[in-house]
């Protein structure tokens, strides 16, 4: 049998071959040129999209400057944690998966889904849980759920509880102040955030860190005037003190009376910083700094400091406070009792109103106000606190007789136990009145002479009277030491309605060795309701349990052996 080809059909396949080749080649250099546009011409912009989508920066949190107390002591510090987060939108789990995830943040699976689902289908980033431990964290990644991710942060922890509460305040979750020193020297703690540059995956989940792009800078220590010891000795008593007498708040400041540094402020009812849950409404508030209230007689040293000042008497003058009434204008000032006839320490050591009244009288309104207002009232005193009241005091001008009256023996001015404290430093620090601190000094700060030294001592030993048998404060008394110092009963203003007689506030101010302070304490009770309420029973023993050990602690020698004061005997003309 024979074939017979076509040559026709022959070149007609031999073309098609050729051609497909031609094709093939022709889109293998096209193949070939792309790759060499991708991988040389185009290198870098490829390279740039592709970090784009996996490339990215994240913050490295830095470090919070620590809080420590004059000798050293960790007051407050941050401590590394970490917060889990989810991407709704690359998230996915199973029943059993929910379940163990929910289990491990302490939510419930239901909770969980109405989370991530209704709230969280159009968003990018939920939070699950703050601020979590890291082996709770490392056990949340375990689960290896897509959308679950875990970063770097900070807690702030105090290792004092709520014995430096008010003093240090507290920070928020994002680990900035808010109250306290925290707040007021938050730009001093804070550091500075640091980025890193990490590559994700398709998942966007962290594959790799390639660099630092700034590393963080930790915050600066603060080193505050407190000394922890002295606080937990003040804490301690004060809340002893609020609960037996079942009072509604307290405040305790104890200063250093040379430097004016404040070694110990507590207050009551107080809170714990480290989880603040279940806090009473206004306990997070600090009292010694932000509350004003009326001082009451431990003002009347300030007002016979004036007249010894001025030169209206002497030490030695004896004044008569019969009957115990006085009318000055349409008003009247009353004793408890009638004293009779006092000598000015005798005035300072019954708490007369009508005797300091008298000498009160006696002065020019303009110099009277003038002396308290040197003394701080009714001024800031620049601690830079958040919230430090001011105080208030009466219009200087036309200052009528009745008011300049009752400035003496402390209604109508206004004062934190703060002020009250730094305006007993005058009297504790012969005359000279240093500025209050809340940071520990390196030096004594700058003080202003407003008493000459004759006047202050003067009066300060015109206040031991006042703690002794014969006085209002026997319960002020420290075995070994003599003590200064002036208790307080203030009855609770009404507003327009005048006062109650009802509610009260205790209070004691003094110092201690009166021969040559080193501390000066003011303690104030509000509203106690156990039964006693003057100054004497309630504010006076808890000045006392505070201000023995705190003495021993400094190693402050006992100075009772150096005998009483003695003021001298000589009386001049009745006033």
Known sequence: ?????????ESDYGARWSLLLIGMMAAMLVLVGRAVNLQVVDRQFLKHQGDLRHMGV??????????????????????????????PKEFEANEAQYEALAGLIGDTPDDLKRRLGDHGA?????????????????????????????EEEYRRYYPTGEVTAHVLGFTDIDDKGQEGLELAFDAHLKGIEGVRRIIRDGKRRVIEDVDSVRQPVAGKDLSISIDQRLQYLAYRELKKTVQQHRAKAGALVMLDAKSGEVLAMVN????????????VPGSTRNRAITDLFEPGSTMKPFAVACALEMGAFRANAVINTSPGVMRVGSNVVKDVHNY??????????????????????????????????????????????????????????????????????????????LQLARAYLA????????????????????STQVMSKKTAMAVRNMLEGVVSADGTAIKASIPGFRVAGKTGTVKKSAGRGGYQTSRHIAVFAGMAPATDPRLVT????????????????????????????????????????????ILSAQKDEIF
């Open 268 to 279: 009551q009812p107080s809170f714990n910083p480290n989880g603040r849950n279940g806090a």
């Open 427 to 446: 009297l504790a620090n012969d005359g000279a009145m240093p500025a209050v601190s809340m940071l520990k000094l390196d030096r004594p700060a700058a």
């Open 58 to 87: 994240v913050p490295v949190p830095a470090h919070r400057g620590r809080i420590l107390d004059r000798n050293g002591d960790l007051l407050a510090t941050s401590c590394p944690v970490k917060s889990i987060w989810v991407n």
């Open 122 to 150: 159009h968003r990018a980033f939920v939070y699950l849980k703050r601020r979590v431990s890291p082996e709770l964290a490392d056990q949340v990644m375990a689960l290896g759920l897509p959308g679950v991710y875990a």
């Open 522 to 565: 003011v303690v104030m009770i509000d509203e106690p309701s156990a039964g006693e309420y003057y100054g004497g029973a309630v504010a006076a023993p808890a000045f006392a349990a505070v201000m023995e050990p705190g003495l021993r602690l400094l190693n402050v020698l006992p100075d009772q052996d150096m005998g009483p004061s």
């Open 340 to 417: 009779g006839v006092l000598d000015v320490a005798g005035v300072l050591r019954k708490s007369s109103n009508v005797g300091v009244t008298k000498m009160a009288l006696a002065l020019p309104p303009d110099k009277f106000w003038g002396f308290y207002r040197d003394l701080g009232f009714g001024q800031g005193l620049g601690t830079g606190f958040p919230g430090e009241a001011q105080g208030r005091m009466p219009d200087r001008k036309g200052l009528r007789p009745f008011a300049q009256a009752t400035l003496s023996f402390g209604y109508g001015v206004s004062a934190t136990p």
């Open 1 to 9: 049998m024979m074939y017979i080809t076509n040559p026709q059909r």
